[in-house]
């Protein structure tokens, strides 16, 4: 008999402030015609079993969407870690054993996303693992060669099993997603920057007129 693949969820985050697009919700603004967060859907749901979106604030603005809308735990709007955590814990009461990040404003990522995830945690007990870019051009020589990839710490592979771990290192102050990732030998799974970063998010109203001239090439 062939082994049973363990379940694993998706999480959409949207939990963050969006200032540098004014506030409000990042993921409801359009591109071409279609949200964000409408993008970001149809280009996850069918990788994962199962989808929620992690939002704070009043639930019901998400109605539309159709999923399940799961807070912060963590009070005080303490970043893409706190989301993971909410996904983890949503998962758990699932029966998942795994999540599967994206972020709301970011969609143009990999179709083959969790299929690649998965791939590269192949044999670890407890999979983790964040998506990266290769670096070039002036950002290669910004770091200085200490780093030849971009670490994309929203989209990544977590594990059920260290949803108590994250949680006491949250209620502890951390709040750097590759501080946390690090210290459980998380893995990076690369995926190719070209015709271009397939992670490019919208954080600036520059940025959702870039978005649109992306369209042709997604």
Known sequence: MAERTPKLFGVILAGGLATRMGG???????????????????RFSPQVEALALNANGDALRFNELGLPVIAD??????GPLAGVLAGLDWAAEQG????VTVA????FFPRDLVAQLVRASEGQKHPLVLATT???????LKSGGSRRVNRHPTFG????????DLRA????GLRKVVLWTDQHDGREALF?????????NVNTPDDLVRAETLLELA
Do not use: C, H, M, Y
């Not at 998942?96 to 999540?99: D, E, G, L």
């Open 192 to 200: 190719s920057a070209q015709p271009f970063d397939p992670f490019f």
């Open 96 to 99: 998942a054993q795994s999540i």
């Open 169 to 172: 290192a949250l209620e502890g």
């Open 134 to 140: 290769p670096r070039t051009g002036e950002e290669a």
């Open 73 to 78: 735990s963590i009070d005080g709007f303490a």
């Open 24 to 42: 409000g919700d990042k993921g409801l603004l359009q591109i071409g015609g279609v949200s964000l967060l409408d993008r970001v859907i149809n």
């Open 157 to 164: 592979l977590w594990p059920v099993a260290l949803r108590d």
């Open 104 to 107: 709301a404003d970011t969609p």
